[in-house]
């Protein structure tokens, strides 16, 4: 969530960050907030010079012996009527903050003066690119079409246990993914210094509030009993581990890395996108969270999009990374990194990564606070990132390792691990 602070101090710069965010009403939602805020402060003040009249007039009150007098009773009614009017005042402050706090949680974080501005993708920055593109002597299949013909892929009956958008990997294709899984996350722990955790998939309405799935993005979640919901990744859990804490400077910055199930509604996906596996209902991912001071932040997502990309590059994939555009970014977002693996059947690139500071926006939201070398309480930065998504790193592999006859080489830093040289 954003601090309101920053709102009374700058307002105009909270608008115009508002609309490089592509939201309507900026205008309007700012004015509120402000007035909103206003109106608050007024009646805690009113709150406050009723409370000193109220506490005056009882300190007469314990000085009159006679508890049946008039003047005991006019200044019993006083009382009263001076609490009613707390109170009323109380509820009206209530209803306000509640209604300034519904505004709140459904604005986006606002971006950092790096991102480029712009509506979508279209104005999203290159920033490098790794790799050689393969060029094929023969027709180069989609992974759908390579996973099919192999029987690598059954759809029919994942469909028949499901529904639409699951799937079941048989035999090597099984395999590879188990390996994936326990490549990239033994990389992480071994090269990059990140703790592994494993964490619960299910989570309650507070730990998706936190890292900014609800309210807002409600339909896209899976929702089961007892409000609880199951996770999009693995960084509502992982995040949600600094929830209502107080951490130390010294022990800055704290950094997990967790392989986990995956859970999306996908509601409004089409086209190409729903072919194959590159867009299912439930998936694997390798998740990365960092805790660091808010200083360091920036410095912390170019070391962990590094991380990410190393993956890649040990499998030999190509890639490129793309900052984000500030309409483009996803809602926690201040600045985010989108890693992208070439994908030979679609002749472009797509995401396999999404690296991202969050600056104190999730922090702020479940009061995840450290005590700075000045021994004051602040809110923790904090960052998440992709490395990588299993199921399209399996595309990625399938499509760019075919030959011709449609058999998937295995990369060289796997053929151990998986003890075949090719599917």
């Not at 007892?226 to 951490?247: C, D, G, H, M, Y």
């Not at 472009?348 to 000045?374: D, H, L, V, W």
């Not at 399209?392 to 053929?415: C, H, S, V």
Request: include cysteine; charge should be positive.
């Amino acid at each position: 969530m954003n601090n309101i602070k920053q709102i009374r101090e700058n307002p105009e710069l909270f608008k115009k960050k508002l609309k490089e965010r592509s939201l309507l009403d900026y205008e309007k939602i700012v004015t509120k907030i402000l007035d909103d805020d206003l109106k608050a402060k007024k009646l805690i003040q009113y709150q406050q010079e009723y409370q000193e009249k109220r506490n005056s007039i009882s300190k007469n009150l314990s000085n009159i012996n006679n508890k049946t007098s008039n003047e005991f009773k006019k200044f019993s009614n006083e009382v009263l009527e001076i609490k009613k009017k707390i109170d009323d005042a109380e509820l009206k402050i209530n209803i306000i903050n509640n209604d300034v706090f519904k505004v709140m949680s459904e604005l986006p974080n606002i971006h950092d003066d790096s991102v480029p501005v712009g509506k979508d993708k279209k104005e999203n920055k290159e920033i490098r690119k790794y790799g050689e593109v393969k060029k094929f002597s023969f027709k180069a299949l989609s992974h759908d079409e390579i996973g099919i013909k192999k029987k690598l892929f059954d759809f029919e009956t994942a469909a028949k246990i499901s529904g639409s958008r699951f799937v079941i990997l048989n035999s090597s294709l099984a395999k590879l993914e188990r390996i994936l899984i326990n490549f990239m996350v033994e990389t992480h722990i071994k090269e990059f210094g990140y703790k592994e955790v494993n964490v619960p998939i299910i989570v309650n309405e507070s730990a998706m509030y936190g890292t900014g799935q609800l309210p807002k993005f409600k339909n896209e979640q899976y929702e089961l009993i007892n409000k609880q919901w199951l996770i999009p990744t693995a960084e509502v859990s992982l995040t949600n581990i600094f929830r209502e804490k107080i951490l130390d400077y010294k022990d800055l910055p704290i950094r997990y890395v967790a392989s986990t199930p995956c859970f999306r509604a996908e509601a409004g996906a089409a086209g190409q996108d729903t072919k194959g596996i590159l867009r299912q209902h439930q998936f694997y991912k390798v998740e990365l969270v960092s805790a660091v001071e808010p200083k360091n932040r920036m410095e912390e997502l170019e070391r962990m999009t590094s991380c990410a990309e190393a993956i890649l590059k040990k499998l030999e994939l190509p890639y490129r990374v793309s900052l984000l555009s500030s309409g483009d970014m996803g809602f926690s977002a201040e600045k985010t990194y989108d890693i992208e693996v070439w994908l030979p059947s679609q002749n472009t690139y797509r995401e396999i990564s999404s690296c991202s500071s969050c600056g104190q926006f999730q922090a702020t939201r479940m009061s995840a606070k450290y005590k700075n070398s000045e021994k004051k309480n602040d809110y923790i930065a904090t960052l998440n990132g992709s490395g990588l998504a299993i199921g399209r790193t399996i595309i990625a592999i399938m499509e760019n390792y075919q030959d011709k006859n449609g058999d998937i080489i295995i990369p060289k830093i796997l053929q151990p691990l998986m003890g075949i040289t090719k599917i």
